[in-house]
């Protein structure tokens, strides 16, 4: 009997059975998918993966070459490169697809969704296990690069051109180089079909780092002001978008605005 944690499809799954829920999966989370036709015949999502599980059954029998044969000719003609070692679940989805790496000891649970870019790499030459473990549900945006033997875990979120080097909790959304933990499932807007496909929302937080600090600065510098005497002046825009951020006397920006 089969785990219910354990990470990949049911053995005793055929090959069809699951195309056809990898091709049932794509109307819920492609918007532009029309006809099962249209799926199975243009996108090189599905043709990669078909290609995995052929490849896939032929590594765990033992024909090595065989199977990277296979993986050679689906790269070749998806731009999708998914190493035969690679454990892939149901209901997977590569959207577009263009260069998504998968390494040999990746491990991909059930309805996962990677965007184009994406890639599951290692960061060390030993043997075992070296590249990471995505759990049930995990979307990874275009571009993002997930590296080394860590665990994303289930129905957590991956922003585009994110860098994720350590583990992530399941529900949580991750964002920047390096990564960071932003947003947990109870902020996040989940479709009916429960796949958030708000990119567009991620927020930024090196952007509110910032902003903390220019506030905290700001702060500063009226107390140094009262410590000093001196008046507090509390006008604080730019003379102008292109001027650089030396600061300018009080006296000299008045000067100017009235020239001006």
Same mark, same amino acid.
């Given at each position: ?97 263009? /260069? +998504? *790496?998968? #390494?040999?000891? &990746?491990? @991909? ?11 599951? !790499? ?14 049930? /549900? +995990? *979307?990874? #945006?275009?571009? &993002?690069? @997930? ?11 991956? !922003? ?18 390096? #990564? ?81």
């Amino acid at each position: 009997m089969t785990s219910r944690n354990a990470i990949g499809p049911n053995p005793r799954q055929s090959i069809f059975a699951l195309l056809r829920e990898d091709v049932g999966c794509v109307f819920q989370r492609d918007p532009a998918a029309r006809t099962r036709w249209e799926v199975i015949t243009t996108y090189p999502g599905i043709h990669a993966l078909l290609s995995h599980r052929i490849a896939h059954a032929l590594w765990t029998r033992n024909w090595r070459y065989a199977a990277r044969f296979v993986s050679f000719l689906a790269r070749m003609f998806t731009q999708i490169d998914i190493h035969p070692g690679a454990t892939i679940g149901r209901r997977f989805f590569i959207d577009h697809g263009c /260069g +998504v *790496v998968i #390494g040999e000891t &990746a491990q @991909i649970g059930n309805d996962v969704t990677l965007y184009h870019g994406v890639t599951l !790499g290692g960061v060390s030459w030993n043997l075992g296990k070296r590249h990471p473990t995505l759990q049930d /549900g +995990v *979307v990874v #945006g275009a571009g &993002a690069k @997930i590296l080394g033997p860590i665990s994303v875990g289930r129905n957590a979120r991956i !922003g585009a051109n994110s860098v994720v080097i350590r583990d992530v909790p399941a529900d949580m959304t991750v964002v920047g180089i390096p #990564g960071r933990e932003v947003l947990p499932m109870e902020q996040r807007r989940i479709s009916s079909h429960g796949v958030d496909l708000d990119h567009h929302l991620m927020p930024d937080p090196v952007g509110k780092a910032l902003a903390c600090m220019l506030e905290r600065i700001g702060e500063l510098e009226s107390q140094l002001a009262e410590l000093s005497g001196t008046p507090v002046e509390t006008e604080k825009d730019c003379d102008a978008c292109s001027d650089n951020c030396n600061p300018v006397p009080h006296e000299k920006r008045q000067k100017n605005r009235v020239t001006h």
